[in-house]
């Protein structure tokens, strides 16, 4: 009868005739969902927010990398709904839980959207089921939170009644290149029969699937990548404070370096880490590993020298405000970018929102441009996007790029500005050598 079960499953997903049902509709779960969608599964998402719930049933999307035009053919073809009611997944075979795992205050992984969906999935398991966890969190989080709760409510068996797995999500935000269709796909089970059905059923919709060992393996993955990432973004932060003791120009140091074809990977330093990922996800295995008392010190020291990033660009900005006899309280601040990273719309964990915060605290008069948002909710501060972008250069005391968004005319911010920060080397070739311009 076991055997059967994931024969009649793996079946149904060779078919595609399972119904797919993805829980959390945001950067992560529509992409998905439209990827299944354009595999020809019937597709239903489920989130709580009825106005993102609302958008899509009318055809209209909401996320930047999926667009309109593709929710509303899905929709025309009755491959994709989305609603609030969990109560669908009693018709349903796949399920795909892709809900936020942030940090609390505390620095403590918040893992209560895993913990809502997955009790609500609870009340419609079902054998003959496959489900499968892409939010980023600790190893072990889904053999030891999500198992015990689908599998003790109804009696079921991992493995033999439904299937298990943990699949991170790879998604970039604006990238063109990698998408969620063609990046590579590593799905982990909590047995080896979890495995093989979640992978069948990715690989029905994915360029390219890797199924690895365990579900543990598979969590690991994801934080080791970045992890990767974080580590040496801290390790070129610091570089950027050490050259700017040296009077050395860290972005040549870094260009010089990056023409060595091997032994050397090429990382920027920046205004401070953004987007959910590269901020939080380390700091779960960090968390993780004080459990078993183990201090995670690379993290922890990249984490810091990260953290502490927008301090150093503000303090950038006094010392360019001093050049010119003018102290940050009073002065007028113009932050260019707002969002995480350039060409896109997403504000998650933008240091954007920390530079701007810490310059109004020193009296700083701020305001900000960015093309792709036009307001700002933050705290205790409300702000709009300047509408004449030129004329507000032009009356800045003093410009700070944080993000290095395309559509900038960087000759035009050059020409207007009194004074900028260019935390990014946006201006490049045409800034070098010019007494307006100061470097991160």
């Given at each position: 009868?076991?055997?059967?079960?994931?024969e009649?499953?793996l079946?149904?997903?060779k078919?595609?005739?399972?119904?797919?049902?993805?829980?959390?509709?945001g950067y992560?779960g529509?992409?998905?969902?439209?990827?299944?969608?354009?595999?020809?599964?019937?597709?239903v998402?489920?989130?709580?927010?009825?106005?993102?719930?609302?958008?899509?049933?009318?055809?209209?999307?909401?996320i930047?990398?999926?667009?309109?035009?593709?929710?509303?053919?899905l929709?025309?073809?009755g491959?994709?709904?989305?609603?609030?009611?969990?109560?669908v997944?009693?018709?349903?075979?796949?399920?795909?839980i892709?809900?936020?795992?942030?940090?609390?205050?505390?620095?403590?992984?918040?893992?209560?959207?895993?913990?809502?969906?997955?009790?609500?999935?609870?009340k419609?398991?079902h054998?003959g089921m496959?489900?499968?966890?892409?939010?980023?969190?600790?190893?072990?989080?889904?053999?030891?939170?999500?198992?015990?709760?689908?599998?003790?409510?109804?009696?079921?068996?991992?493995?033999?009644?439904?299937?298990?797995?943990f699949?991170?999500?790879?998604?970039?935000?604006?990238?063109?290149?990698?998408?969620?269709?063609?990046?590579?796909?590593?799905?982990?089970?909590v047995t080896?029969?979890?495995?093989?059905v979640?992978?069948?059923?990715?690989?029905?919709?994915?360029?390219t699937?890797?199924s690895?060992?365990s579900?543990?393996?598979?969590?690991?993955?994801?934080?080791?990548?970045?992890?990767?990432?974080?580590i040496?973004?801290?390790?070129?932060?610091?570089?950027?404070?050490i050259?700017?003791?040296l009077?050395?120009?860290?972005?040549?140091?870094?260009?010089a370096?990056?023409?060595k074809?091997?032994?050397f990977?090429k990382?920027?330093?920046?205004?401070g880490?953004?987007?959910?990922c590269?901020?939080?996800?380390p700091?779960?295995?960090?968390?993780?590993?004080?459990?078993?008392?183990?201090?995670a010190?690379?993290?922890e020291?990249a984490?810091?020298?990260?953290?502490?990033?927008?301090?150093?660009?503000?303090?950038?900005?006094?010392?360019?405000?001093n050049?010119?006899?003018?102290?940050?309280?009073?002065?007028?601040?113009?932050?260019?970018?707002?969002?995480?990273?350039?060409d896109?719309?997403?504000?998650?964990?933008?240091?954007?929102?920390d530079?701007m915060?810490?310059l109004?605290a020193?009296?700083?008069?701020?305001e900000?441009?960015d093309?792709y948002?036009?307001?700002l909710?933050?705290?205790?501060w409300h702000?709009?996007?300047?509408?004449?972008l030129?004329n507000?250069?032009?009356?800045?005391?003093?410009?700070?790029?944080?993000?290095?968004?395309?559509?900038?005319?960087?000759q035009m911010?050059l020409?207007?500005?009194?004074?900028?920060?260019?935390?990014?080397n946006?201006?490049?070739?045409?800034?070098?050598?010019?007494r307006?311009?100061?470097?991160?």
């Amino acid at each position: 009868m076991t055997e059967m079960i994931k024969e009649n499953l793996l079946q149904r997903l060779k078919e595609h005739s399972a119904v797919v049902a993805v829980v959390g509709l945001g950067y992560v779960g529509l992409p998905l969902a439209v990827v299944f969608g354009n595999a020809g599964f019937k597709v239903v998402g489920i989130d709580l927010d009825k106005n993102k719930v609302d958008q899509l049933n009318k055809g209209v999307s909401y996320i930047q990398d999926v667009p309109t035009a593709d929710v509303k053919r899905l929709l025309d073809a009755g491959l994709l709904t989305a609603t609030t009611d969990f109560s669908v997944l009693r018709d349903v075979q796949a399920v795909s839980i892709c809900v936020p795992t942030p940090l609390k205050k505390t620095g403590d992984p918040d893992l209560s959207f895993i913990i809502n969906a997955t009790d609500e999935l609870a009340k419609y398991v079902h054998p003959g089921m496959v489900i499968t966890l892409e939010s980023t969190t600790y190893p072990g989080t889904t053999r030891e939170l999500i198992l015990p709760r689908l599998s003790e409510c109804c009696g079921i068996t991992a493995g033999e009644d439904f299937f298990l797995a943990f699949s991170p999500e790879r998604v970039d935000p604006g990238r063109k290149d990698w998408t969620t269709f063609n990046t590579p796909k590593v799905v982990g089970g909590v047995t080896p029969a979890c495995s093989e059905v979640a992978a069948a059923w990715y690989g029905e919709a994915l360029k390219t699937v890797i199924s690895v060992s365990s579900a543990e393996v598979a969590e690991m993955t994801k934080l080791l990548e970045n992890t990767f990432r974080m580590i040496n973004i801290g390790l070129v932060n610091e570089l950027a404070i050490i050259c700017n003791r040296l009077g050395v120009d860290v972005w040549e140091v870094i260009e010089a370096a990056g023409t060595k074809p091997f032994g050397f990977m090429k990382f920027t330093p920046g205004p401070g880490l953004g987007g959910h990922c590269i901020p939080i996800d380390p700091l779960y295995l960090s968390w993780k590993l004080k459990s078993l008392n183990y201090n995670a010190r690379f993290i922890e020291l990249a984490s810091e020298i990260n953290t502490n990033m927008p301090r150093f660009v503000v303090s950038r900005v006094q010392d360019a405000l001093n050049e010119l006899s003018k102290p940050l309280k009073g002065s007028q601040v113009l932050v260019l970018g707002a969002s995480y990273k350039p060409d896109i719309d997403d504000l998650r964990e933008s240091p954007a929102l920390d530079v701007m915060g810490l310059l109004m605290a020193k009296g700083a008069l701020v305001e900000y441009h960015d093309p792709y948002i036009p307001e700002l909710k933050h705290d205790a501060w409300h702000k709009t996007s300047v509408q004449d972008l030129q004329n507000a250069v032009h009356l800045a005391d003093c410009v700070v790029i944080v993000t290095n968004h395309s559509q900038y005319d960087y000759q035009m911010i050059l020409d207007n500005a009194v004074m900028i920060v260019d935390t990014r080397n946006a201006l490049g070739k045409i800034g070098k050598g010019s007494r307006k311009v100061v470097k991160l």
